[in-house]
């Protein structure tokens, strides 16, 4: 039963790590080249991962949650006590501060009228979608959207098993919760993208230079 909970939480979490919502761009040069010779236009995208926080989220929640318990020792805050003894209201506060973590870090990464910018100043621009404003409010539209999927799976993914082995009381992993592993397998994916990219940069700088 553990070992199926991990994996699934595991493939759940690399699964939200790698996915990515693309889209179509075409630039003013690749649109000319295909009127002239009658081909079809060959697209570009833009990548906007499901989950642009990657698992920090899950690092200030469980911070966060650190704080009750700790003003319980201290005596401060008696009635926190009354209230941990429920633990669906412990992994509802865990799941809506997840929520809000991921959704505010996504707004500051993400800022659609920089990329609309940048867009608009490159001649590159969404089919069908007009440069400058129009760009902007689909783009806000779009990372909305996906900002909300991701954050709800990163926070179903981190409480759902924590929540079954809490209230189960399943034990096997030696103090090793389902949290730390998915902080983990985020950590590691994190650090294999960020190689990935230094390589491929070196790689393209070296060829065209």
């Given amino acids: 039963g553990i070992s199926l909970l991990i994996f699934s939480s595991l ?10 919502r693309k889209i179509p761009l075409i630039s003013a040069k690749q649109l000319n080249q295909s009127s002239l010779q009658g081909q079809g236009i060959v697209n570009n995208y833009l990548p ?13 929640t469980t911070a966060m949650l650190v704080i009750p ?6 005596g401060v805050f008696q ?67 996906i900002t909300l999927i991701g954050a709800t799976m990163l926070a179903t993914l981190t409480v759902v098993p924590n929540f079954i082995e809490s209230t189960l009381n399943i ?19 994190d650090l294999i993208r960020e190689i990935d990219n230094i390589y491929y940069s070196n790689v393209y700088n070296n060829r065209y230079q």
């Fill in 171 to 189: 034990t096997g992993l030696n103090g090793l919760s389902t949290t730390s592993l998915l902080i983990l397998a985020g950590v590691v994916l």
């Fill in 48 to 60: 906007l991962r499901f989950n642009q926080a990657g698992v920090m989220p899950i690092i200030l």
């Fill in 11 to 20: 493939y759940g979490i690399v699964f939200l790590q790698q996915g990515i």
């Fill in 79 to 145: 009635w926190l006590n009354f209230l941990s003894s429920f633990k669906f209201i412990y992994w509802i506060g865990y799941f809506v501060l997840v929520l809000t973590f991921s959704s505010f870090y996504a707004s500051i990464v993400l800022n659609p009228k920089d990329i609309s910018d940048q867009l608009q100043k490159m001649a590159v621009t969404i089919p069908g979608i007009r440069p400058g404003l129009q760009t902007t409010f689909y783009l806000k539209q779009v990372i909305k959207r």
């Fill in 69 to 74: 318990n700790y003003l319980i020792t201290l």
